[in-house]
Structures are given as C-alpha cells and as structure tokens.
C-alpha cells in the first residue's frame, strides 16, 4: 500500500548537503519548505538549487513551499546573550531601546507599534508561551509589566498578546520581495504566515500574478483573529497550515487539539489541501527516535485527515533529518494501516457541484470505492481533478498523469496523489491513448495486465478545465 499522507520537510543548515537532501527524498520527503524567517535569499536560492538537484538523483518528483516571515513579533537582543526572568519582579519592554541593550531590567522589542496595541491588564507571552508578562502600564515608549511565570530569556525571541490583537499587517516589505524571487525560482507554493483574513491571502496571490506566475498560495492559520475568519481564510486560499506553535500560544493549549480537528475538516470540506505542523517530532532534533506522544500526535493527524505533515527544526537544524522523515513516514504507514476507507462519508452529498469537473471526481470515488478497480488515473493538466478526487477517502491509488512539471510538483502535496509523467497530446487517437497509457501504467509497474481502472479525461487533449468523462477499463 503506498503511503497516501505527504510530508513537508524543512531544509536548513542541517540539511545542507545534496547526499543528506537525496537520502530525505528517498525516505519519503514530498514537499522541501525553506523558511524565510532565517537566512539570506542567497541562501534560499543556493537551498533551492541543492533540493532540486537532489530531485534529480533521486528520481523523485518534489515540491517546493516558501514560509513568508511574515510579522513575527521579536524582543531584541541581551548584553549578556540571555537573563532569568524571575516571578514577580518587574520587566519593561522598550520600544526605543538599543537592540543590543537588554538587561535583567529591560529589552528593546522590534515591533515599534507594540505600544499602541497592548494596555494594562493584557498578558504578554515570550518564547512560546514559556515566559509570562503582565502588562501593568504603558508609558510613552515603555511597557511596564511584571513577571507571573518566569526563566530564561534569551535574544529574538518571538511574543505573543494572549488572546491575539496585534496589528502588524501580514505581509511587510521584505515578505513582498521574497513573494518576487518565489515567483522567479518557480517555486511552487508560498506560505502567508499570521494571515488575519481572506484580504491578506488576496495580496499575496495579486503580488505573485503580477510577478507573473499564478502560484498556489497557503494560509498559515496561527492568529486568532484567523479563527474568526476561518472560513473566508480557506476559501481564498490553495492550502492551509494548522500552524500549531503560535496559534496554540494566542488560542490557549487547551483548545489546540480541537481547533486542529476543526480546521482539518473545513479544509476538506471546501475542496483544499491542509498542512499539520508544528513540534510534531520536535524530540528528534537531538533524538534518532521520537517518543510515543509524538508517534501519536503525527498518527492522529492522519487519521484526521490531513494532506500533510509538516518537519521544522527536526529537519532544519537537528541531528538527524534523515532518520526524522524515515520515522514520519513509518508513522505515517502504520496510521493508514487502521484508517477505515470512507467511501461512504458524507463529503459533498449536499448542494450542488461547481462543474463538469468536480462532478467527475466525485463520481470516480463513489466508483472506486465500490468496485475493485486497482488505480484512477486522471489527465490533467492544472491538477484539479485529481485534488478533488483526492478529499474522499480511499485506499486507491490517483495517478496525476500529466506533460507539465509545475502540476506535477502541486500535486506532491495532495493526499493520496502521485505524479506521473505523460504527454497525452502525442497520442492521435483514442487506441494509441489507451495503449501508451497502458504501457506506461505497466513499466511502472503501478497495475498488472487484465486489472481494472478507472481514467478520467476531457474530450479535448491538453486543455485545462476540460475534464468531463469516465471511463472504466481493463489493462491489456
């Protein structure tokens, strides 16, 4: 049984190296993210270079995300590198103080409007959650605060307003110039990170049309202001990500499990492919193996439902990014093991289908998933099809056969989807289409001869959005 969830793998300065990026690929890497929040755009570009060479000598196809820095709120840096917040005291955060100028006392913040969001009474969160501030007031440049759970506080590091309200916009300057080399290197997905709404999705998908490619673009759910506007978020948007580290800082921990759930099933239910990530192994950026919770968290997310699952600092920066998508992907298997195949849910089974296309799809499954039929096979050319067939559940194989290496690196990320080279505009006639079809099927040895299975096409070869048949045949 092919394993249907994808994995999203970040690369990093772990990672650098083209024998460590083939050796990822060959255990199971779908999806390469480089993270703009570190580095340099050389870098990106030199990353880049590095996992599509390793592509190449792994024989894999493999998509591209770039994660948007997008307003991370940062405290600035200590004289000392890091100080021990302790419980009680007061701590000022200063707007205008020097970066590099923090004290026991004090520390600069790199967000300047801070002050304008936050009061007395508002609870401050740093490093994740791990250090708690009470703002007591806020005085021209200076927020005064105490601390109610302290420890150790070290330079850059990220903060929260419980309960969300920051007003930072989604997409600053140097986001918007990394939106224009993504659109150069061709890469195949760009992440919006701490989306507040559907405008934000909506200026980055204008920004990459305008640098000339209509590149997929993913919402990255970790705001609360994105859980009220939920909704509209996953309409406007290709894919998104159950950001889980910022999101469960603003939202409360306690939430977390079920805001996952909640956003895994109205991804789905409106046609779009949803990321899980976050701390997912994060014991194996220093461990070979993960522990059982982790083992669990990536099991429950497949049987959840989602596309993917995502890596971070496991791959990124840990000691064994290898073995950390060797152990995912055995999770993976091993939770779709026990995942009851749901031809009967009740995805789409009210309301009408937007098109010929959509109606195919979901005709396919029903078909599939009541018949032994060995594979579904769809020529596409944009992957539509296929992303549709792919939201019912199924333990059937959909081949995304297509002549366009753009579709078949989008479909890398879609559940229980593989691309396949194919070039349907040189068959001249229906006989030749089915035999190179066959043949093809054949030398990959994706079927056996006298099997069934099910083909969609459009009457017309090679035009997008012309899906509007199926056909139920026997491999000869």
């Known amino acids: 049984m092919l394993r249907r969830t994808k994995i999203v793998a970040t690369v990093g300065p772990a990672t650098d190296d083209v024998q460590i990026l083939t050796d990822m690929m060959r255990a199971g890497l779908d999806v390469a993210r480089l993270n703009a929040s570190h580095g340099t755009v050389d870098d990106r570009r030199r990353r880049l270079a590095m996992v599509r060479e390793a592509a190449n000598r792994a024989n894999r196809c493999v998509g591209v995300l770039l994660d948007l820095a997008g307003p991370k709120i940062r405290i600035e840096s200590f004289v000392e590198g890091k100080v021990m917040l302790v419980e009680g005291k007061p701590f000022v955060l200063d707007t205008a103080l020097d970066p590099k100028a923090g004290t026991l006392e004090s520390v600069g913040v790199a967000y300047k409007n801070l002050i304008h969001d936050v009061k007395g009474g508002d609870t401050l969160l740093l490093n994740d959650g791990q250090i708690v501030l009470d ?17 150790e506080l070290s330079n850059r590091k990220g903060l929260n307003r419980q309960g969300g309200g920051i007003s930072a916009p989604a997409l600053s300057d140097k986001d918007k110039e990394d939106i224009r080399v993504a659109v150069e290197e061709s890469v195949d997905y760009i992440a919006v990170s701490f989306a507040r709404d559907a405008d934000d999705i909506e200026q980055a998908r204008t920004l990459a049309r305008r640098a000339g490619r209509d590149t997929r673009i993913v919402a990255k759910v970790e705001r609360q202001e994105a859980i009220s506007n939920l909704d509209a978020i996953i309409k406007a948007s290709d894919v998104v990500m159950v950001a889980r580290g910022d999101l469960g800082v603003e939202m409360g921990y306690a939430e977390l499990t079920g805001l996952q759930k909640t956003i895994i099933h109205k991804t789905r239910a409106q046609n779009r492919v949803v990321i899980t990530a976050t701390q997912m192994m994060e014991s194996m950026i220093q461990s070979p193996i993960p522990t059982r919770a982790e083992a669990s968290d990536v099991a429950n997310a497949v049987l959840d439902g989602t596309d993917a699952v995502m890596l971070s600092a496991e791959t990124a920066a840990g000691r064994y990014p290898v073995r950390a998508v060797e152990a995912m992907a055995q999770i993976i298997e091993g939770a779709e093991k026990y995942q009851v195949s749901l031809g009967n849910e009740r995805h789409r089974t009210e309301g009408q289908f937007g098109d010929s296309e959509e109606a195919i799809a979901m005709a396919v499954m029903y078909a599939a998933n009541h018949m032994k039929v060995r594979a579904i096979v769809a020529l596409t050319e944009s992957g539509s099809t296929p992303l549709w067939m ?86 000869a």
Not at 412 to 437: N, Q, W
Not at 455 to 474: R, Y
């Open 390 to 475: 792919s939201r019912i559940r199924s333990d059937i194989p959909i081949y995304a056969f297509t002549r366009h290496e753009s579709t078949r690196r989008r479909v890398t990320m879609f559940r229980g989807v593989y691309p396949v080279i194919f070039d349907v505009t040189r068959a001249k006639s229906t006989g030749e289409l089915y035999d190179t079809l066959f043949t093809r099927l054949l030398e990959l040895k994706l079927v056996e001869r006298k099997d069934l299975v099910i083909l969609t096409k459009g009457e017309q070869s090679g035009v997008q959005g012309g899906t509007n048949s199926l056909q139920i045949l026997e491999v």
């Open 135 to 151: 703002v007591d007031r806020v005085a021209g440049t200076r927020i005064h605060t105490h601390v109610r759970v302290g420890g």
